[in-house]
């Protein structure tokens, strides 16, 4: 058998939310659907839901306080010997990690939608102000790699769209690109670990022939009310 991949995984969560990516990941990685060893996660919060979900799940867990400098983010790195790292809901700006085996998932379309402070609500309701301008037609779950010129400006490599609804506001439209962030997120991500997505830094993205032709809508994600397609870039 292969040896697997290293991941260390990055998530910010609050006192009493969050974490809900980082909990999926552990599920999917003992189903199997990940096939990576998680060593860890860090989080910059001490006594949230994060840390509560990686006692639970036997997770090492990671305090990263102040400064949030290249040389802090190496420490972890160093210390877990990760080869890969997934941010999930972490909002700080990274330094110092290989831009090419780190990846983030965001919750909505990129370029349009990312940047500083676009994160969470914030997304959501330009999403759909933007869709009641006529301006879009519908949100997304996207993952991208990571790299150190703004905040989601590296190559994305699968973009889901996501139905928004008359009726929608942030609240809702977030429950929706949640479900679809956790059906997805760990089936992607075992892609880059196992080295069938990958980016050399300069060029390309690289997927297998396959990815650009899958049909698409994980089971469990059944309030969209259609079907769901890809964006390949």
Known sequence: MDKLSKL???STGTKTGGG???EKLVENN???????????VVSNLSGGRVEEKADRFGVPFYLFSDPYTAENYKKYINETKAGFIALSGWLKFIKGLDPTKTINIHPGPLPDFGGKG???HNVHEAVI??????????SAVTMHFVTEDKYDAGPVFFSLPVA??????PETLAARVNECEHGWQSFITNL?????????????VVVPDWYKKMPFCPASCTSCKRKPFMFFF
């Not at 003992?30 to 860890?40: D, F, N, P, S, Y």
């Not at 928004?164 to 506001?169: C, E, N, R």
């Not at 880059?192 to 390309?204: A, E, F, H, L, P």
């Open 192 to 204: 880059v670990v196992t080295g069938q997505i990958s980016w050399d830094g300069k060029g390309k």
């Open 118 to 120: 676009m994160y969470g």
């Open 164 to 169: 928004i609804f008359h009726s929608d506001t």
């Open 129 to 138: 102000k933007a869709c009641q301008q006529d301006k879009i037609k519908f």
């Open 8 to 10: 260390l995984i990055f």
């Open 20 to 22: 809900s990516g980082f």
């Open 30 to 40: 003992r189903t199997g659907i990940l096939k990576a060893e998680i060593v860890g």
